[in-house]
């Protein structure tokens, strides 16, 4: 068994529930009123978690809502600063967040530990999404970009 399938196995059992990847390799884990998705990533020492955000409206009527939206998710996106080093991408019409984890030495309360912050996350973020004007993780407007961007 690979360290995901080791991992994903002892988090069932330490959680009580069946557990276990999918006939495509997938496991898949309520956190937080949330669903996130584990799938294995080299050889099985890591894996990406990922996440549903939001459904992108229609190109058509909804063209300026879903400008709006993925105007939205990339500022979050912004060198992974709201994203805590995951990452806001799309995937036909939803706005995923994925994130990629580390395995080894990781115990299955570990792992229910990230799963946990991960769901929280992507909770702060689906809801800033909604919002007119997303914010940092601090409440405070994200700062501007000008000539301060980079300091030599």
Known sequence: MTTFETLVAELGRTLDIDLGPDSDGIAQIAAEERVVLLRPEGNG???TLFTALA???DAGDGAPARQKLLERALSLDLFGRDTLGGHVGLFVD???LSRDL???GLS???LAD???AFARLANDL???LEDASPTT???DAPAPLGPDLLRI
């Open 102 to 104: 580390p395995l080894a």
């Open 126 to 128: 689906a809801g800033r």
């Open 108 to 110: 299955a309360e570990d």
């Open 45 to 47: 020492e890591r894996a």
């Open 94 to 96: 939803t706005l995923l």
């Open 114 to 116: 990230h799963l946990a």
């Open 137 to 139: 993780p601090s409440g």
């Open 55 to 57: 459904s992108l409206p």
